[in-house]
């Protein structure tokens, strides 16, 4: 077998394992919408439980949770408003726009259109100019995309620390992550 077919496996391999991994971790944090907070009163989730405590466990284990309150605080602070305001823009906006059945296998919401309706959604509801909004919601994004960026080398970089990747597997794992190859993006 000649050597840059050896390679061609190898890299694909190594991309393939780690690429089930991130690709896992990627499509569950790919959501780009906020997802808003729960309320201290009793609320129901989307598989039909209720909870009484924000950030309590829910369909996934409670990051859902954490992760939509540490988003509408972010948010928040970036337009300047009240968290609990943001909380029930973001609320509105799910409910007014939750699917009444699955998307068809492979068939996801564009991104652009959704990411539009939620400026405009916001804007109105809490008074604010939508290309403020746009712009607070663009710098959320890159700033998630970066920490998920750093999070990748991080995990990579101590693959080849303990042997377990070369550092030309970890690049290639970069490059093709960085390309939209793998990791769900």
Request: aromatic share 0%; proline share 5%; glycine share 10%.
């Amino acid at each position: 077998m000649s050597r840059t077919k050896k390679m061609t496996l190898g890299l694909s391999a190594a991309a393939l394992a780690l690429g089930a991994g991130i690709g896992v971790a990627g499509m569950a944090s790919a959501t780009t919408t906020p997802t808003p907070a729960p309320s201290v009163s009793s609320s129901a989730s989307a598989d039909g439980s209720t909870s009484t405590a924000p950030g309590s466990m829910g369909k996934h284990g409670g990051r859902g949770g954490e992760r939509g309150v540490a988003q509408a605080s972010a948010l928040a602070a970036k337009l300047g408003v009240e968290e609990a305001k943001v909380t029930e823009a973001l609320q509105a906006f799910r409910e007014a726009n939750k699917p009444s059945s699955p998307p068809a296998d492979g068939e996801r919401p564009d991104p652009a259109t959704r990411d539009a309706a939620l400026a405009k959604a916001l804007s109105e509801s809490l008074g604010i100019e939508e290309s403020k909004v746009t712009a607070a919601l663009d710098e959320l994004r890159t700033e998630k995309q970066a920490e998920r960026a750093a999070a990748l080398k991080s995990r990579l970089d101590q693959a080849v620390t303990d042997g377990k990747l070369t550092q030309a597997e970890a690049d290639a794992v970069t490059k093709a992550v960085q390309n939209g190859v793998i990791g769900g993006h």
